[in-house]
């Protein structure tokens, strides 16, 4: 069998097993009583007529949650309200307090208010179900409140090397990537920008922008924020880093509230959103997605992430188990951190994901079907 | 007493030779080098040692005991190196920069100017001191400058090849600093000896002579010079178990032990880990280009091929040879000394043969033709490097392959910061591929871009479909070469991403002898890590022939206005004319070899040669014209016939490279040619070095004071070579190439002669 899934499996096979893993998925929790989470979760029979419907809804005509605020004016009065916050900036967990309207820079290193943009187009190396045909419209922010020592991007989320660029600009960037045929906005690093992000969004929905907007973040969200977020945001792509909080200061510039934070805030971007389903296209067009970095001697915790994933969130809910941690950036500064992962350091977290339940992995490669 | 101030000037040319080599890979290690990180610590040093002379070496005429003063003078700068290492090596501890991560360019500027400030600066005052005793105990004067610049050249020849040879290979830098100090303490001691009766003072600094040899002595043989070297490695590597810490000819090795894992660090950059590669580039790196490939059979890779992607190769059944040319032997030697499963199986296969000579060098020998030839190197981020992103290399590697071949390299790539500086790089690598092949894929990445190129047009169409096919009629298994995988890499919307990526961007060709892709490459490195300065470097893109001839008619208008209100001085025109000759010297040196490079490949010992006989012709040029002053009625005539031959250099030069480039192919020429390259090293030599000590026989006449003389010049002649150093090799040649290079500094001298033409112009006029 696994000669045939690594040679044959192809995007429609993935769609056609994501559909059965989600059943099945529902199907076990169901029978074996491990589905009695905070998050409701519906009947599998009811799963798969959802998604059938879901499927045939969403493909017939699919319209992004911030259409109906921005009809309403809502969309702009929560970019006011989130602007006016930078005023004394809380719009992380940092809470710096700083003035960034009058120009000043907070943790997160960020010029004021000025938006900087290190690229933007569509991506084909995003996850697969962001990616379709047409790719993931990508917009790379600068800066980043959460500073952690191995980050790959550092030269943008550290020294925000990039350009300054409008809000009108940032609008016409999003009505450019849906000109050119992407499935979605995909904002990477949004936090400290969210404010600007809801007014860009603004901007383009008057111009016709109809995709739906990805949150692409280090999960490190207050709940005050998403809030200003829920019915924006369609599809929440959060990390989930650590587990421990001493360890998450360690790397991530005293960030010890991490895991307490985190864990919070994908309780609420799964309330928002929910569960992430394929269209019969193969796209998401909502819901929540998980991205999980294993990292050396498990400094990320991860067994304990997925023991809490399938303790609190739906077991289909989609999780990225990503592999290609390198030493980067300051991590030589940590000898636990500096070298890469093993084959066996992999397996064991997929394993324990698919011991506890969960059944919606996106497994990085052979290390995984090896078993 | 002037054999042994002789043997002191030698051995202080020597000293100093040795210290800017040791230093300057001391620093490289820590400031992860490229071609702009070596001109800012040569500048440094050039400056520095300019000043010295200047400043601190005037000092020498009001100095009552100048033989007292030179001693101390040695003994500090003998200190201060061994200060220099251990700084060098805590330095990012200090600043609080991590292992293997990048400084930025003003604190590789100010760093390194304060690291070498003690060290350059009194070897810069030694040479002023040095003149002043020499003409001591010669009673000459103007000659006597000529005598020692001829003596520390003669040091110099030797520094650099002892260096080479002996001490990089077998010492650290410890060890070699402190035999170093040891040989000039002996020197001063010898030198000051006779003067024991004369007083307490020198009395007192003969004691402390001895007291510094035993001392030093005691630390060579007790292992406390090992001791500080292990310690100060540690501390460069921040308690890392270090296992193994090395410097080759080519450059330094440093690895890394962590939990079974082996990290290599070259030049301070980490650069492979065992047993686990970056697997996702390496598998797409290796097994695209060979699924592209119908039956792989011989395959060629240049550097980079051990700890993954010979491995990757190796799966592929079709497989009959693999060819690995790799420069270094000693990273060979560590893999093997570092065992893993991984390494051991690529380098003991029999399928595998390893050459340890440059790769353009045996790929323009063989005779061996291949079905892929795969390119380690992954950026032209110096001379060297370029050499394998050229129209003529990929012209020569199209040669090497078979029917249906393909040629494989990667260049930096971002999926997150698309700046101009990277759009620029990868249009001009790939433009310049377009001129050689018919066709070409490119496979963007966060990191790298691949770029497969062939005149078959099998690598345009293959899709995921015949990828996965042919995976699996071979039967690999790979860590990421898995469908979806594989899709992703191949996704067709990457044909116009990338299209649309190099939209608007440079479309200009990087040749050999116009290496343009070196350009871009720093443009790149400045976008990440100074992108202000990286502003005004990209202006320097836009210079041209035209400029060049303006801004030569622009400094004569002003030269003659300037002088015509006396805000100039006649006398001037001499160390500007040793400036323009240092610049000149310093483009003519880098030109040779680098022309040596792109035509008969990187070999160590021809660089060392080339060298070599550049500085033999300086020191036989300085030697002849010292003999030849006494006798020399009009020495600004004949300094003048000096001029106009450099300038004659200037335009021959790139005709007899070009022709040797011609006929490079020519067996039966290749010794002759070999032996113009000397010639051609030589020539220049001795023209520069004949005309310093006329120059400063010249400068005397007005009535300059010797060690002032000296120092100016000295410094004028090193201000010289660090803008040749720093200008030629990161602006003039990559952006106006060979012809345009030589046409500039031909025009720089035709205006150092008009320069120093025009004041016996004007006294005849006033006559």
């Known amino acids: ?371 | 007493m002037k054999r042994r101030v002789f043997i002191a000037i030698v051995v202080m040319g020597f000293s100093g030779l040795v210290a800017e080599i040791l230093l300057l890979r001391e620093l490289l290690i820590v400031f992860s080098g490229n071609e702009l990180s070596i001109g800012i610590i040569l500048a440094n040093w050039l400056i520095l040692e300019a000043l010295g002379c200047l400043f601190p070496g005037r000092m020498v005429e009001k100095s009552k005991h100048k033989l007292e003063a030179f001693t101390l003078i040695t003994i500090l700068f003998s200190l201060s190196l061994p200060a220099a290492v251990f700084l060098t090596r805590s330095l990012k501890s200090i600043i609080g920069v991590s292992v293997g991560e990048s400084i930025g360019l003003l604190p590789m500027f100010y760093l390194s100017f304060l690291i070498l400030l003690p060290v350059s600066i009194l070897h810069g005052a030694l040479f002023t001191f040095g003149c002043r005793i020499y003409a001591m105990f010669s009673a000459q004067d103007a000659s006597s400058v000529g005598r020692v610049y001829v003596y520390e050249t003669v040091g110099t020849l030797i520094g650099g090849v002892a260096c080479t040879y002996l001490l990089l290979p077998h010492l650290s830098a410890f060890q070699a600093f402190i035999g170093i100090a040891i040989l000039n303490f002996v020197v001063c001691l010898i030198l000051l000896a006779p003067y024991w009766e004369t007083g307490p003072p020198q009395k007192a600094l003969l004691i402390g002579l001895g007291a510094l040899i035993l001392f030093s002595g005691y630390l060579a043989s007790s292992g406390q010079v090992d001791k500080l070297h292990q310690y100060s490695i540690q501390a460069q590597w921040k308690n890392h178990n270090v296992v193994h810490y090395q410097n080759s000819q080519y450059g330094n090795t440093c690895v890394i032990e962590n939990q079974g894992q082996y990290i290599f660090f070259q030049d301070g950059i980490p650069s492979l880990i065992t047993p686990v590669p970056d697997i996702i580039f390496v598998e797409e790196f290796v097994h695209l280009p060979l699924l592209a490939h119908p039956a792989p059979a011989q395959i060629l890779i240049l550097s980079g091929g051990a700890g993954g992607i010979i491995n990757e190769a190796l799966k592929h059944p079709s497989i009959a040879a693999i060819e690995y040319a790799e420069l270094d032997p000693l990273l060979l030697d560590l893999l093997r000394k570092f065992p893993t499963p991984l390494t051991e199986a690529e380098l003991t296969d029999a399928r595998v043969k390893i050459r340890h000579v440059d790769g353009r060098l045996f790929l323009k020998t063989t005779s061996q033709s291949y079905d892929l030839i795969f390119v380690g190197i992954m950026e032209p981020s110096n001379l060297q490097a370029n050499r394998f992103f050229t129209q003529e290399f990929f012209s020569l590697a199209k040669s090497r392959l078979n029917e249906g071949g393909i040629l494989v390299l990667g260049v930096p790539g971002s999926l997150t910061f698309l700046n101009d500086a990277l759009k620029d790089l990868n249009s001009c690598i790939f433009h310049t591929l377009n001129s050689v092949f018919s066709h070409i894929r490119a496979i963007p990445g966060d990191g790298r871009n691949v770029f497969l190129a062939s005149d078959a047009p099998e690598i345009s169409s293959i899709d995921m479909g015949q990828v996965v096919r042919r995976l699996n009629e071979r039967g690999i298994t790979a860590e990421v070469m898995v469908p979806w995988h594989i899709e992703k890499k191949l996704h067709h919307g990457w044909q116009d991403w990338f299209t649309r990526f190099l939209e608007g961007s440079s479309q200009r060709i990087n040749h050999d002898f116009k290496p343009l892709g070196l350009f871009y490459s720093i443009s790149h490195w400045n976008a990440l890590h100074a992108p202000s300065f990286g502003q005004l470097f990209k202006q320097f893109e836009r210079i041209n022939l035209g400029i060049i001839f303006l801004l030569f008619v622009l400094f004569l208008l002003l030269y003659v206005s300037f002088r015509s209100v006396n805000i100039i001085s006649a006398t001037a025109s001499i160390p500007f004319a040793i400036v323009t000759t240092g610049f000149a010297g310093m483009m003519f040196s880098l030109i040779v070899i680098f022309a040596f490079q792109a035509i008969y490949g990187y070999v160590f010992s021809w660089i060392g040669l080339l060298v070599a006989a550049f500085m033999a012709g300086a020191a036989c040029g300085a030697m002849l014209m010292t003999g030849a002053m006494a006798r020399m009625q009009d020495g600004r005539r004949f300094f003048m016939a000096i001029e106009l031959t450099i300038i004659g250099c200037s335009v021959m030069l790139p005709f007899v490279l070009l022709a040797v480039n011609a006929y490079a192919g020519s067996q039966s020429l290749l010794f002759f040619f070999q032996m113009l390259f000397l010639g051609v090293s030589f020539v220049p030599g001795l023209l520069i070095g004949a005309q310093f000590p006329l120059a400063n026989k010249l400068y005397l006449k007005d009535g300059a004071s010797l060690s002032g003389t000296a120092g100016l010049l000295y410094a004028a002649d090193l201000l010289g070579g660090w803008l040749g150093g720093i200008v030629g090799a990161v602006v003039l040649l990559p952006v106006l190439g060979l012809v345009g290079a030589c046409i500039t500094v031909g025009l720089l001298k035709l205006a150092s002669f008009i320069v120093v033409a025009a004041p016996s112009h004007a006294s005849f006029v006033r006559r």
């Open chain 1, 1 to 371: 069998m696994n000669t045939l899934f690594l040679k044959e499996f192809t995007r429609r096979d993935f769609l056609a097993r994501t559909t059965r893993l989600c059943f099945l998925g529902g199907l076990s929790s169901t029978l074996s009583g491990c589905g009695k989470t905070e998050a409701p979760i519906p009947a599998p029979e009811r799963v798969v007529a959802e998604i059938v419907e879901e499927t045939v809804e969403v493909s017939a005509g699919f319209e992004p949650a911030y259409l109906k605020l921005h009809r309403t004016g809502e969309l702009k009065r929560r970019a006011e309200e989130l602007w006016a916050i930078m005023e004394s900036c809380q719009l992380c967990p940092r809470r710096c307090g700083v003035n960034r309207l009058k120009g000043a820079s907070g943790f997160c290193r960020s010029p004021g208010a000025t938006l900087v943009i290190s690229a933007f187009h569509a991506h084909f190396g995003e996850e697969r179900p962001l990616v379709g045909e047409g790719g993931s419209g990508t917009i790379f922010l600068t800066h980043c409140g959460l500073r952690c020592v191995f980050c790959q991007n550092w030269a943008i989320s550290h020294l925000g090397r990039g350009s300054e660029g409008s809000i009108d600009a940032f609008a016409d960037m999003m009505v450019r990537l849906q000109e050119s045929g992407c499935h979605n906005i995909n904002l990477v690093t949004p936090t400290h920008y969210s404010a600007h992000i809801l007014k860009a969004l603004d901007v383009a929905a008057g111009k016709g922008l109809r995709l739906p907007i990805v949150y692409n973040t280090c999960g490190w969200e207050r709940l005050e924020i998403l809030a200003l977020l829920d019915g924006v945001v369609d599809i929440y792509l959060p990390d989930f880093k650590y587990w421990d909080g001493g360890l998450s200061a360690k790397y991530s510039a005293g960030a010890d509230s991490y895991p307490e934070i985190t864990s919070a805030a994908i309780l609420e971007m799964n309330r928002q959103v929910g569960v992430a389903k394929p269209t019969s296209a193969g796209i998401v067009q909502r819901g929540l997605m998980i991205r999980h970095l294993v990292m050396p001697n498990d400094v990320g915790g991860s067994e304990e992430i997925m023991a809490w994933i399938a303790e609190n969130l739906p077991k289909d809910t989609y999780i990225n188990i990503m592999a290609q941690y390198t030493p980067a950036h300051k991590a030589y500064d940590h000898p636990e951190i500096s070298r890469r992962i093993t084959t066996e350091e992999y397996q064991k977290v997929v394993q324990r994901a698919r011991d506890a339940g969960l059944t919606n992995l996106d497994i990085q490669g052979w290390w995984w079907l090896q078993q």
